[in-house]
C-alpha cells in the first residue's frame, strides 16, 4: 500500500491571516471622517440642553383625576405593657377578668378530635357547672381515685360539665402546682377517656388557673348528646 503523504502545513496561517485583517480593519477605520459634533462649539450646559430639548412636546393636562390605590391602615400596635396594667385596672375595678391562658397559666385537653371542638366554649364558661370536686388537702394517691369517683358518679347522674379545683400551687414562686400536672394528665389519659370529652381552665370567678371546667360524655344508654360545638351558649 501507498503511504499517504500528510498535508502540508507550509499554507496554514490563520494567526497571519487575522492580522492581515484587523490591520486592514485599523487603517479603513483611521481614514473614516470623525461624526459631526451634535452641538456648536463654546456652548454652556444650559444652551446645550435647551438645544437638545427643542424637539420635546408636553403631553398637556388631563381632566380625568388618577385612580390612585386605596392606602393600606395598618393597625397600631399597643404598648404590650400599658395593656397589661390596663386589664389589670378592670379587673381590680370588678370590670373584667385576667384569662389564665392570655398569662400562660392556662391548661386544656380533649380525649379526641370531636372533643376538641368544644374547647372554645368551654374556655368561654359556656357551660353550667353542675358540681365540683375539691382537691385541696389530697394526696396524689388519694386525689386520682377520688377525681375518677367523683367524674363517673356525676356522668352517672347526667352532668354535663362539672369543675375540678386543683390549686395553682401559690407556695412555690418556681414551680406550678404538682396537683395541676398530675389532674391535668390524668385526665387526658385513656383510662378516663370514657367519661371525659374535654377540660381546660377556668374562667377567674371560677377559679382561674387553679381549676378546670370537664365536659362528660352522657351515660351510655341514656340516649342524651352534647349540643353541637357551635350552638347558642346557655345562660349562666
Not at 188 to 214: E, I, M, N, P, Q
Request: aromatic share 6%; glycine share 8%; proline share 8%.
Amino acid at each position: 500500500m501507498e503511504a499517504m503523504a500528510k498535508p502540508s502545513r507550509s499554507g496554514h496561517r490563520p494567526f497571519e491571516v487575522l492580522k492581515e485583517l484587523m490591520d486592514r480593519d485599523a487603517l479603513a477605520s483611521s481614514r473614516r471622517e470623525p461624526p459631526p459634533p451634535r452641538f456648536p462649539p463654546n456652548l454652556t450646559d444650559e444652551e446645550a440642553f435647551l438645544m437638545e430639548m427643542e424637539s420635546v412636546r408636553p403631553l398637556g393636562w388631563s381632566e380625568k383625576p388618577l385612580s390612585l390605590p386605596t392606602p393600606v391602615t395598618l393597625p397600631k400596635r399597643g404598648d404590650d405593657e400599658t395593656e397589661a396594667l390596663a386589664s389589670l385596672s378592670d379587673f381590680v375595678a370588678g370590670r373584667g377578668e385576667i384569662d389564665p391562658f392570655a398569662t400562660g397559666e392556662g391548661v386544656e385537653g380533649a380525649s379526641s378530635w370531636e372533643g376538641r371542638q368544644y374547647l372554645a366554649r368551654l374556655k368561654r364558661g359556656d357551660f353550667s357547672v353542675q358540681g365540683h370536686l375539691d382537691l385541696h388537702g389530697f394526696g396524689r394517691e388519694d386525689a386520682r381515685p377520688a377525681l375518677e369517683r367523683f367524674l363517673r358518679e356525676a356522668q352517672r347522674l347526667g352532668h354535663s360539665c362539672v369543675r375540678v379545683i386543683h390549686g395553682r400551687g401559690t407556695h412555690s414562686e418556681t414551680e406550678p402546682s404538682l396537683m395541676k400536672r398530675e389532674v391535668t394528665r390524668w385526665l387526658s389519659s385513656r383510662r378516663l377517656s370514657r367519661t371525659v370529652v374535654a377540660f381546660a381552665s377556668a374562667r377567674w370567678k371560677d377559679g382561674g388557673s387553679g381549676a378546670v371546667y370537664v365536659l362528660l360524655r352522657y351515660a351510655a344508654g341514656s340516649g342524651a348528646r352534647l349540643p353541637p360545638p357551635d350552638a347558642a351558649p346557655r345562660r349562666r
